[in-house]
């Protein structure tokens, strides 16, 4: 039984480092190929010695698939190609091939530059890395060889993110990557069709929670924000360059223009003009409200929001600053937060996931003294909110996305064991197919029961139509016969006569006579008039000709009488049948030698 | 499988193709050489026009002054011009199921086709196809709307009258079917009725038939057709391009192992070099502007317009044209400009690598933003405040009847000093200034067009080796004005099957095989023998369903245990009911080792007599016979039956079954 077997190298039962490992049909995939940001150290990336022990991965797979341009899910892809090496296909879409090398320097030059760590990939091996790519359209199918082919759909959650759809022969697996089914102020919600994969392999962050409106969560955010200002604070929220930033930009560019506000709102890096350029070349990937109207007016160009300078943050007055990264595990946003955490005025909104181990993750959880390096220690004064606005799906819309795709089986990715295991409940509950949640290294194999795609002859297949009338009838199924080929690769349904011209073979005709006695005291042909309306009686289904020549038919069977020379009344009757009506000549003879009724 | 020609317009095609049991129609090309019968509409009341006299025939028996005008001995209809649509009764419309579109030329008739017909189905194209054509279907009909003409003029199509009308007026086709503009609200619901597709992407047509666009080259989004089952293949070449302008590059390799090819949409320029054309173009401009004239560049709203002004772009600062203002004026210049920018994703490396960077892909972006180039909606409003001579104008429409052309037209036509210059090659460049003679404004012709020459279209046909070829009659013969190059035209062997409008082509197809899914239980069940090396074969009984035009086979469903009933006795008797008829059998049974076998199973008394065609065996103690042939095995067996069973069980040993 041919089987597929997926095997995560990270987020199993876990979020971060991304990496499953997919075999289907004798090909091998890799999807995402992330960093931990919790880890500093060796865990920090997948381990790829899972994949072979020595020597490149070129030869083990077959391609690498990236889902979309965090970290979480390409952070890892230089150490891979170039430092590990793989020269194999890398597939991504145009906006995450444009956005992942930009992430992946920054990534580089705070582990390199702050952090004074080597051993790390460079600048030109990102450059290295990034030729190996090839961009990946929406819904076109990508021939990767002769067998494996693959086609990315919609996911929302970031600019350019994709669900992928792997298939080889009539096996198929769709990874989503990360997704969110609902659209929100400059993305649309992710959609696929309903291709009933063997696997969808789902991410399952927010398992166990279904979100209020995305309205209220705005209204709740831009409230929160307003109040920190109206008193003189200050906001900081710690976001990524792309994705959600841009989703929050709109929504405060849109509420000072109404509310007529004054306080400044800054964007930390230089990144962000930049960044919007991105979204306003990759239009067609926001959604269908932003596409719209972009001619008008371009979404993306901000009045309100300036560049910010790290000399703002001992500003007085109240402001809003967005600053990256967005875990507060690095860089600015962590530098302005040490600064602004003593006073009980600002606020910090964390209006994303964060990993175990960063900042974020701890203030969120209610620590409010933070040991920093150096050993001194932070209080934490300031008010901490946490806004759910990471663009993943919630329970209820991976519920949607397994309704959309009717998969055979489900594997749940990207997210935490408890949450998982809840999910993975409710999923088996509505849907009855198996779900699974494999940790990192551990592999689940699930069995495929592919049919066996056949060349059947069109005049078999018409006949059979035709014999077989417009609508099948359960009741009385009719039974097509014909003979497989089977030659090289190709496999060909044909009529026997047709087999065994094609195949130069001559047929053997195998022919039964047999004599049975009789007395019936009739003459000859009445004896033969005898049978014909005997057989009539019994044999309602077939078709029994009584023919001039003194025979009788029974479909292609000959019955022919004669009487013996000594005893008129000793009838003897001829019956000869060739092999293929061997049950209905074996039946008839034996119905005969019974004798006819009287 | 039929196709059905529904437009003559090689360039502007229109077909309906009839495959398995889906009706596909393949582009939707609109006609419009037929609006160069008409006067210009233009935007501003012009005192020459208003004063051309009206016609009547030279014995004055005809007087149809009020329709027809005459200019400089020609003859023009006075009315909203008209358009020639695709033909309309040679098949019921209503019963096509999708329209594939190739690029957003070849889509400007979808209006009439899906809003007039009863058409139900679906439209498939690209999203620069989409948004483009209806950029170029918005101008179309802004151009209409702008200039409201009350007059309809009918009475000169009258077949009585026409034939009595000078030519070309006189010789023009079908103009009794020949219809005026739609309106917005029809373009908005043809194009709702749009799906969009990615290239490659394959899309499935009631399980029968697979679709799936490829990049043609030609402009943003444009595409060529494959149209596929899983045993026949059919290629749709509309216009495509192997030069490296700013679309994606033709996905050719795609095209190998086509049963058919449908080819339309050459070049229409066979004899001008793109390159060279638009090397003319540049200095001609650059000339004029420094003798201190206009240059007025008649052309569509997107397409070669992109590719002009990244030339210009570049030919600028060389040119010392640094100060002279370029405009582009149409209705839809903005959004052309803006869409051109979004598309990375259909557009050649080089721009999609500024894409990345992230930089505007087209330069004229920066023409923008350094004031060099500006874009107006209409001659009106602010235009007319900020315009500045000498300049360059670029707008529409090139067949010069409709749209801000007009105007600039009537303004510059009198001066020697100014120059307009044809780049667009839909229409011929004196028919289009006929009515605006006599002109002593300089006229250049450099038709830009970059689809396929005859010679890259040979090659292109050569390496992917269709078994046979459909085209336009246009191409199996060289062009009438250039009738010794028999370089223009298409030979090949065997020669393409060509088409004009309303031919309806059988398309020599045998269709031999389909497929059909074996479900997993059967594939199991199935015994395979090998009847010679490397070939097995394997009887299969299967039950056939066949759903959304895909079969399957599953096995037979064991019949249900006989209920037991009171007449047990007579179930016992009845005839076999499910009936599998018997393999077909094949080889010989070879006497010596059949003989053996016999005597294995106790039969000794074998009494072996040769005749002509094998032997005969008499198995004496059993009084039964068996006659071996070579291709045959006759057993004769009286009240046996056991017997009469071992017998035949120990023949088949030595057959093949199939």
């Known amino acids: 039984m041919p089987e597929i077997k997926v095997t995560p190298l990270g987020a199993g039962q876990d979020v971060g480092r991304s990496c499953i490992l997919v075999s289907i049909g004798g090909k091998n995939i890799m999807l995402d190929c992330g960093m931990h940001m919790g880890y500093n150290d060796d865990r920090r990336f997948p381990d790829f010695s899972y994949i072979t022990q020595n020597g490149r991965l070129t030869d083990f797979l077959d391609c690498v698939i990236i889902s979309h341009f965090h970290l979480d899910h390409c952070g890892a892809l230089p150490y891979m190609s170039e430092m590990v090496g793989y020269d194999g296909p890398i597939y991504m879409t145009h906006p995450t091939k444009a956005i992942c090398p930009i992430l992946l320097e920054d990534f580089r030059k705070i582990t390199v530059d702050k952090k004074g760590e080597t051993n790390f990939f460079t600048s030109q091996m990102i450059k290295d890395c990034m030729k190996k790519v090839i961009p990946l359209n929406l819904h076109q199918t990508v021939q990767v060889d002769d067998e494996l082919e693959i086609k990315a759909y919609y996911a929302g959650h970031v600019l350019g993110a994709a669900m992928v759809h792997i298939k080889v022969g009539s096996e198929s697996v769709v990874y989503t990557g990360d997704y969110n089914m609902t659209p929100d102020r400059h993305l649309g919600a992710a959609w696929i069709d309903k291709c009933r994969p063997d696997i969808l392999i789902s991410e399952s962050t927010y398992a166990t929670t279904i979100r209020d409106s995305k309205r209220c969560r705005e209204r709740d955010f831009l409230k929160k924000v307003h109040e920190t200002i109206e008193r003189g604070g200050k906001v900081l929220i710690p976001v990524f360059a792309l994705g959600r930033a841009q989703e929050l930009c709109i929504l405060l560019e849109t509420f000072w223009e109404r509310m007529n506000l004054k306080a400044p709102i800054y964007f930390s890096t230089g990144l962000t003009e930049k960044a919007n350029h991105y979204y306003k070349l990759f239009i067609t990937w926001t959604n269908q409200k932003i596409r719209k109207t972009f001619v008008q007016r371009n979404m993306f160009e901000f009045k309100h929001i300036k560049a910010f300078d790290r000399s703002y943050a001992d500003n007085p007055g109240p402001m809003v600053v967005f600053a990256t990264p967005g875990m507060l595990h690095a860089g600015q946003s962590l530098q302005i937060f040490k600064k602004w955490a003593g006073n009980d005025k600002n606020m910090v909104i964390m209006p994303g996931y964060c990993v175990q181990g960063t900042i974020g993750h701890k203030i969120l959880n209610g620590q409010r003294k933070l040991e920093m390096e150096g050993r001194s220690t932070l209080d934490v004064k300031l008010q901490v909110e946490y806004m759910s606005f990471s663009a993943h799906a919630d329970a209820k819309g991976i519920m949607q996305l397994i309704r959309m795709a009717e998969p055979r089986n489900m594997l749940l990715v990207h997210g935490e064991a408890a949450k998982m295991e809840f999910l993975k409940g409710k999923i088996e509950q509505e849907f009855s197919i198996d779900c699974y949640m494999p940790a990192n290294g551990e592999t689940t194999a699930v069995t495929t029961n592919p049919s066996v795609p056949v060349d059947i002859s069109l005049n078999l297949l018409k006949r059979e139509m035709v014999l077989g009338g417009p609508l099948p009838d359960p009741k009385k199924p009719r039974t097509m016969h014909g003979t497989l080929i089977m030659k090289e690769n190709s496999l060909k349904l044909v009529s026997s006569e047709q087999a065994l011209k094609e195949l130069g073979l001559n047929e053997h005709q195998l022919r039964f006579t047999c004599r049975v006695q009789l007395q019936d005291p009739h003459s000859d042909s009445d004896t033969l008039h005898r049978i014909y309306t005997h057989l009539k009686s019994v044999l309602k289904d077939y078709t029994i000709q009584h023919l001039p020549d003194g025979t009788v038919m029974v479909e292609s069977i000959v019955i022919k009488v004669s009487s013996s020379a000594e005893d008129a009344n000793a009838k003897v009757l001829l019956l000869s049948w060739s092999y293929q009506d061997e049950d209905l000549g074996s039946y008839l003879s034996s119905l005969l030698k019974k004798g006819l009724p009287t | ?658």
């Open chain 2, 1 to 658: 499988m039929k196709l059905y020609c529904l437009s003559g317009h090689p360039t502007l095609p229109c077909n309906v193709l009839k495959f398995k049991s889906t009706t596909i129609m393949l582009d939707c090309g609109l006609d419009t050489t037929s609006v160069l019968n008409f006067l210009p509409l233009p935007l501003v009341h012009s005192p020459r026009l208003s004063k051309l006299p009206g016609w009547i025939s030279k014995d004055g028996s005809i007087n149809l002054e009020k329709e027809l005008k005459e200019c400089a001995g020609r003859v023009f209809v006075d009315s909203q011009p008209e358009f020639c649509l695709p033909e309309r009764e040679l098949l019921d419309l209503s019963t096509i199921d999708v329209i594939l579109i190739s690029n957003y030329h070849c889509m400007m008739a979808l209006p009439y086709i899906t809003e007039h017909t009863g058409f139900t189905g679906t439209v498939y194209a690209t999203e620069p196809t989409l948004q483009i054509g209806r950029l170029l279907m918005e101008e179309l009909v802004n151009f209409m709307e702008r200039v409201p003409k009350a007059q309809s003029a009918t009475c000169w199509k009258n077949k009585e009258i026409q034939r009595m009308l000078p030519g070309p007026l006189k010789d023009a086709v079908d103009v009794w079917t020949w219809k005026r503009c739609y309106s917005m609200q029809e373009v908005n619901s043809a194009l709702s009725k749009v799906q969009l597709v990615g290239y490659s992407q394959k899309v499935e047509l009631f399980g029968a038939v697979q679709v799936s666009p490829l990049s043609s080259g030609y402009s943003l989004g444009s595409s060529n057709w494959i149209i596929q089952s899983h045993h026949e293949k059919v290629s749709y070449v509309s216009g495509s391009s192997l030069l490296t302008t700013h679309p994606q590059p033709m996905d050719q390799s795609s095209l190998k192992n086509s049963d058919v090819l449908i080819l339309t949409g050459l070049t229409q320029m066979p004899t001008a070099n793109p390159d060279g054309m638009l090397g003319e173009f540049c200095s001609n401009l650059a000339m004029t502007i420094r003798a201190g004239g206009n240059v007025l560049v008649p052309c569509y709203s997107s397409g070669v317009i992109y590719d002009l002004l990244e030339c210009l772009y570049q030919f600028i600062e060389s040119a010392n044209l640094g100060t002279t203002p370029f405009y582009f004026i149409s209705p839809v210049a903005n959004s052309s400009l803006e869409f051109s920018q979004i598309f990375a994703e259909w557009l050649c490396h080089n721009k999609q690598t500024k894409v990345y960077l992230p930089e505007p892909p087209f330069p004229h972006a920066e023409l923008i933003q350094t004031n060099k180039l500006k874009h107006y909606p209409s001659i009106h409003g602010d235009f007319s405040s900020e315009f500045r001579q000498p300049c360059v104008v670029f707008t529409g429409h090139p067949s010069l009847r409709f749209g801000d052309v007009v105007h600039f037209m009537e303004l510059w036509g009198k001066s020697s000093l100014n120059t307009v210059i044809f780049t667009e090659p839909d229409f011929s460049y004196l028919d289009a200034l006929a009515p605006y003679q006599p002109l002593a404004m300089k006229c250049v012709y450099c038709p830009i067009d970059t689809r396929l020459n005859f010679h890259q279209v040979s090659k292109l046909l050569k390496e992917v080796q269709p078994l046979h070829v459909v085209c336009p009659e246009q191409y199996t013969q060289p062009p009438l004005t250039q009738s010794h190059r028999s370089d223009l035209m298409l030979e090949l062997q065997p020669p393409p099957m060509p088409y004009r409008r309303c031919s309806v082509l059988n398309l020599p197809f045998r269709r031999r095989y389909e497929r059909v899914y074996i479900l997993p239980e059967l594939a199991n069940s199935l015994v395979p023998s090998e009847v010679k090396p490397g070939v097995s074969v394997a009887t299969v009984s299967a039950v056939l369903q066949s759903k959304d035009n895909k079969h399957t086979l599953q096995s037979v469903p064991k019949a249900p245990p006989v209920a037991p009933s009171k007449k047990r006795k007579r179930v016992m008797e009845e005839p076999p009911v499910t009936m599998a008829p018997k393999p077909l059998l094949s080889g010989a049974v070879p006497l010596e080792a059949f003989l053996a076998t016999l005597q294995k199973h106790g039969i000794t008394e074998v009494k072996v007599e040769e005749t002509a065609d094998g032997h005969i065996l008499h198995l004496q103690a059993e009084d039964t016979l068996i006659q071996l042939e070579e291709d045959g095995t006759h057993i004769v067996c009286d009240n046996n039956e056991p017997l009469r069973a071992t017998l035949r069980d120990l023949v088949l040993r030595f057959l093949q079954k199939l």
